[in-house]
């Protein structure tokens, strides 16, 4: 596609179940982030992947979180025993070079219930 | 501690005249600057950047200026449209804007009245 994908768009979970996020970054795009918003806040570093180098995990608020990107591609983000706070907008993000700014997808709104 | 800040939730403007948005930051690494622009349930859209190496940038009805000294930047939409309505994101990185992440603030939604 010519955009950022992501799926699923809305996600209601119970507290304490896991949940997968995807992303489908833009073809060639060398780089993928993800990054989270909360309610009346910011948008959140969590995670960055570039090429084939190892990822600066140094956003992942705690241990329950983690991702993984695979064949230079697609991209899950996983959180495993979800709490009330997880509860956020998950964005994903790819570029070719900072500089052209990323190309954001439109989100994945998660309610943890 | 936020590197990135913009003090101002939301700022309201007449149409035809003149938004500034303000954004400080404290890391003097930082070499690199953006502007995004948010809609609801979308996500944000890159509108203008500026290297620390200028003090201006120019795209049709937005400006972006660069104060290094004071660490602040300010965004100039003029004339102001109703579909600027929005929420915009100030965003800092360093390397020249080469690698890494980008730092944002927290936002600032400009409401544009007819």
């Known amino acids: 596609g010519a955009g950022v994908s992501q799926s699923p768009s809305n996600k209601v979970t119970e507290k304490g179940k896991d949940v997968e996020l995807r992303c489908d970054p833009i073809s060639g795009h060398t780089a993928l982030y993800w990054y989270r918003q909360s309610l009346g806040q910011g948008l959140e570093f969590l995670i960055y992947?570039?090429?084939?180098?190892?990822?600066?995990k140094s956003g992942l608020p705690s241990d329950r979180f983690s991702a993984e990107r695979t064949g230079g591609s697609v991209s899950t983000l996983t959180i495993q025993r979800t709490q009330q706070e997880d509860s956020a907008v998950y964005l994903c993000?790819?570029?070719?070079?900072?500089?052209?700014?990323?190309?954001f997808g439109s989100g994945t709104r998660l309610t943890v219930v | 501690d936020q590197q990135v800040k913009q003090n101002s939730p939301s700022l309201s403007v007449q149409e035809g005249r003149i938004s500034i948005l303000n954004c400080d930051y404290t890391?003097?690494?930082?070499?690199?600057f953006l502007w995004y622009k948010k809609y609801p349930a979308e996500g944000p859209t890159f509108l203008i950047s500026i290297s620390s190496i200028k003090d201006k940038n120019e795209d049709g009805r937005f400006t972006v200026f660069l104060n290094k000294s004071a660490k602040h930047l300010s965004l100039h939409i003029v004339p102001s449209q109703p579909g600027d309505s929005a929420v915009y994101f100030c965003a800092a990185m360093g390397y020249g804007g080469s690698q890494g992440n980008l730092i944002f603030g927290k936002g600032t939604k400009l409401s544009v009245k007819p």
């Open positions: 890391n003097s690494m930082f070499d690199y």
């Open positions: 993000a790819s570029s070719f070079g900072v500089k052209n700014g990323y190309t």
């Open positions: 992947f570039q090429g084939n180098s190892a990822p600066d």
